[in-house]
């Protein structure tokens, strides 16, 4: 669906708002838990895409209205001058502040983690709310062994059933194949026991 929305934006820059140089842009919000895969979708839109993706963390544009406006309209001059999509994480706590939203004429992801989060006002800039919940047990299969065949690691089914049964999101999975997968190579590169090592390395997971 995402990757179909790009497309079409990337179809229609002649379509304009009744307000010139507004609503040419797709704003896409990205809302559920953390761990979900709102970061892994907007990649791998931008993979499909063949765009850059330009990460900005909620830290990153301050706190003060007139300093996030300043950065962030410095953010999509230089994500429009080379046509990157513009992934904002973790929005909810400066949204009244997103002035600029609606006259950007790119691609622009924002995740929170309820979509409650938005007034009114602020609804009627979002193209589409996409709502990610938690993993299902296949959706997590689907999840190790995507992590896990980046490291060049297939692991067993049963193996895999006993992963999924731990109360864990997708970025603690990915923290902890991308941990024991360095510590096996500093001792055993088989991973054949990667239940027995997950079970110390998943503690230092980040939540």
């Known amino acids: 669906m995402l990757q179909s929305l790009v497309e079409a934006h990337n179809s229609e820059l002649g379509f304009d708002d009744f307000v010139q140089g507004k609503g ?5 919000n990205l809302y559920g838990p953390p761990g979900v895969g709102k970061t892994l979708s ?5 993979e ?21 406006n300043k950065k962030l309209q410095e953010v999509f001059d230089i ?4 046509k ?18 609606e006259c950007y004429r790119g691609i622009l992801f924002l995740t929170t983690n309820h979509v409650k989060a938005f007034d009114e006002a602020f609804l009627s800039r979002i193209h589409v709310a996409l709502h990610f919940q938690d993993l299902s047990k296949d959706a997590k ?12 690691v297939v692991l067993a089914h049963n193996i895999i059933d006993k992963l999924v049964d731990r ?29 027995a090592l997950f079970a110390s390395v998943s503690k230092n997971a980040d939540a």
Not at 42 to 46: I, V
Not at 48 to 68: F, I, K, S
Not at 141 to 152: M, T
Not at 174 to 195: I, V
Request: proline letters at 2%; hydrophobic letters at 45%; charged letters at 20%.
């Open 79 to 82: 994500t429009t001058s080379c």
């Open 42 to 46: 907007a990649e791998a839109t931008s």
């Open 84 to 101: 990157a999509i513009v992934f904002i994480d973790k929005v909810d706590v400066f949204l009244e502040h997103l002035r600029h939203v």
């Open 48 to 68: 499909h895409a063949r765009r850059p993706l330009y990460v900005v963390g909620g830290g990153d544009l301050g706190t003060q209205a007139a300093e996030l």
């Open 167 to 195: 109360d864990i999101n997708g970025r603690q999975i990915k923290n902890a194949t991308r941990t024991a997968n360095s510590l096996t190579h500093l001792a055993d590169p088989a991973m054949d026991e990667f239940t």
């Open 141 to 152: 299969a689907q999840v190790w062994r995507a992590f896990l065949a980046k490291v060049g």
């Open 24 to 28: 040419r842009g797709l704003v896409i």
